[in-house]
């Protein structure tokens, strides 16, 4: 069965300093991995997804993720953190199948001023 | 592009009273939509996929004749949850595949459900 986890329930960081939430995959196959970002009594944004090619992904607002078959990572990173930053992360993965989502259990990052 | 709408954006209902929560994709045609749950400080919750056209497919543990789901076009999906009662209360959240882009999900603002 497909999974994902998120190690971390909370990520603090200084603004202006490089951030990673962290997320691994346990799939059979291929994966098409996801991160989405949940600001307060909102829906969820596309941020960005990884489907094949490179394992170096751009997404929106200047985040990127890197995929890792060998370590069965896929974090979210950005260079330069900003206060607004600050939000509910979820990784997610497709079910197989399906087009089901599998959602991780979600990482808030506070970027502090 | 890719746009979802859901309305109302929260509601206050009485117990036992039924609701209606309307998921629209604005700028595409969406074959499949979902609907999901989601608890305070919580992941979400898949509750249904629904396809256009068809009965939607519940996932194990949610009563499809209390969350009643119909899709009856491309752009619309409802969601009512029947006789609600205050557990009912929570965050529902609906998403849609676009056409063009079967691989990701959009997801609509939320509708914020309490019951008192």
């Known amino acids: 069965a497909q999974s994902v986890a998120q190690p971390e329930d909370q990520v603090n960081v200084a603004e202006g300093n490089p951030l990673t939430v962290k997320c691994t995959y346990s799939v059979s196959g291929n994966p098409y991995l996801f991160w989405y970002v949940q600001y307060p009594n909102r829906g969820l944004q596309f941020l960005l997804k990884?489907?094949?090619?490179?394992?170096l992904v751009k997404g929106s607002y200047g985040f990127e993720a890197e995929f890792n078959k060998s370590q069965t990572s896929f974090h979210l990173k950005k260079p330069s953190a900003l206060v607004s930053d600050s939000a509910l992360y979820f990784c997610a993965v497709r079910d197989w199948g399906t087009d089901k989502l599998i959602f991780g259990t979600g990482t808030r990052l506070q970027v502090f001023p | 592009g890719a746009v979802v709408s859901q309305h109302p954006s929260w509601v206050i209902c009485k117990s036992g009273t039924s609701v209606k929560i309307e998921c629209r994709s604005l700028d595409f045609q969406a074959t499949t939509m979902f609907w999901y749950r989601q608890f305070p400080k919580q992941s979400l919750m898949l509750m249904a996929t629904s396809n256009e056209g068809s009965k939607a497919t519940y996932e194990q543990g949610v009563e499809k004749d209390k969350f009643l789901i119909n899709h009856a076009s491309l752009t619309l999906s409802t969601l009512t949850v029947t006789s609600a009662h205050p557990e009912d209360s929570s965050f529902y959240i609906c998403?849609?595949?676009?056409?063009?882009?079967?691989?990701?999900?959009?997801f609509g603002p939320g509708t914020r459900l309490t019951v008192l």
């Open positions: 990884y489907i094949t090619g490179d394992n």
């Open positions: 998403s849609a595949n676009s056409g063009r882009d079967r691989d990701t999900q959009y």
